[in-house]
């Protein structure tokens, strides 16, 4: 049990790593296409990369239960937006749902596993 909080961490980094270092890769896989200036590889560079890259590796660098905790918080998020693309925007289904898979569980696992007490 104790190696499912880094793992997820890590794979956290991998997945944003391809957003800070590949952002047009990343967006090619989103059916993304940048068009009038580059702000749309910066903001991938930013939101889909580097935010993802730093709360995972400060997770790995603190082992702290609270920095495990908000990331699952942000998989959360992600996963809500997901969802909520699928209802209302109805993007390609299959590759929505494989998305979302690598979202909640990890949330699920998360939250749960690091939830603070009080």
Do not use: H, Q
């Not at 190696?3 to 980094?13: D, E, G, K, R, W």
């Not at 991998?14 to 957003?19: D, E, Q």
């Amino acid at each position: 049990m104790d190696y499912i909080n880094p793992a997820i961490a890590l794979l956290t980094i991998a997945f944003g790593a391809f957003g800070f270092l590949a952002p047009r890769y990343t967006a090619s896989a989103l059916d993304m296409v940048p068009t009038g200036s580059t702000m749309g590889l910066s903001e991938l560079r930013a939101g889909s990369g580097g935010l993802f890259v730093a709360v995972g590796i400060w997770c790995l660098f603190t082992g702290d239960t609270y920095a495990y905790f908000m990331l699952g918080v942000a998989y959360v998020g992600a996963g809500a937006g997901r969802a909520l693309s699928i209802l209302v925007d109805k993007p390609p289904l299959k590759k929505a749902l494989v998305f979302l898979a690598f979202e909640w569980p990890p949330a699920a696992w998360l939250v749960w596993y690091n939830a603070p007490t009080f």
